[in-house]
């Protein structure tokens, strides 16, 4: 009988509770929200990579993320009711995070089978790619949150959106507003905050 994988004791425990915590809220929908079994899932998936070090627990980690974030872009692009141009940003957003996680593969690959050879150039050079990942994880988080209001509101997923979409426009505008007016207060007080500050010499001038 096979024993299931664990994850090596020499791993520093303030990461390794840092990593799991983070993959952990990946797996609680399919946990049924018990966040015990949503931290073993993560430790079973981490744990069949193998990792000895911070560096591999840091690429199996980004391989399981990245993964499991493209699963749900997916499945949020089979929305009823979506928007075809957010379908197809979402579908795009997939075959992104699919990309990178079949990098972090390789470069866990390299670090394992040959863990003299340097590698640390290659992963020091600028990430052409991180703009686009990070647009990508902000739209699926946007998009979690419109298909949250749609089903506690009983909207359809275009009526949050455009709800969504209302909400974001008038914070915007309230946020200029209150600008605006914190510029006028300082443009009025700052006559006499320079008078106040001059000498009694410059003052009688």
């Given at each position: 009988m096979s024993h299931?994988?664990?994850?090596?004791?020499t791993l520093?425990?303030?990461?390794?509770?840092?990593?799991?915590?983070?993959?952990a809220a990946l797996f609680l929908t399919g946990a049924d929200g018990n966040t015990n079994a949503a931290r073993h899932a993560a430790a079973q998936m981490l744990a069949a990579y193998h990792p000895q070090t911070t560096n591999e627990l840091r690429l199996a980690a980004a391989i399981i993320g990245f993964s499991f974030q493209a699963l749900e872009a997916l499945a949020q692009a089979a929305t009823p009711d979506m928007s075809l141009t957010r379908i197809l940003r979402l579908r795009g957003s997939a075959v992104s995070l699919s990309?990178?996680?079949?990098?972090?593969?390789?470069?866990l690959g390299q670090l394992q089978t040959a863990p003299q050879q340097p590698i640390q150039a290659q992963q020091a050079e600028p990430d052409q790619s991180e703009p686009r990942i990070d647009k990508a994880l902000a739209l699926i988080q946007d998009?979690?949150?419109?298909?949250a209001a749609a089903k506690a509101n009983?909207?359809?997923?275009t009526q949050a959106h455009e709800q969504r979409q209302r909400d974001i426009r008038i914070?915007?505008?309230?946020?200029?507003?209150?600008?605006?007016?914190?510029?006028?207060?300082?443009?009025?007080?700052q006559p006499l905050a320079d008078h106040q500050s001059r000498t009694p010499a410059?003052?009688?001038a």
């Open positions: 299931p994988e664990t994850l090596p004791t520093p425990p303030a990461i390794l509770e840092t990593v799991l915590t983070r993959l990309r990178e996680s079949a990098k972090a593969e390789r470069r998009t979690r949150k419109v298909a009983n909207l359809t997923w914070a915007a505008s309230l946020k200029r507003a209150e600008a605006r007016i914190a510029a006028q207060a300082i443009a009025a007080i410059q003052a009688s």
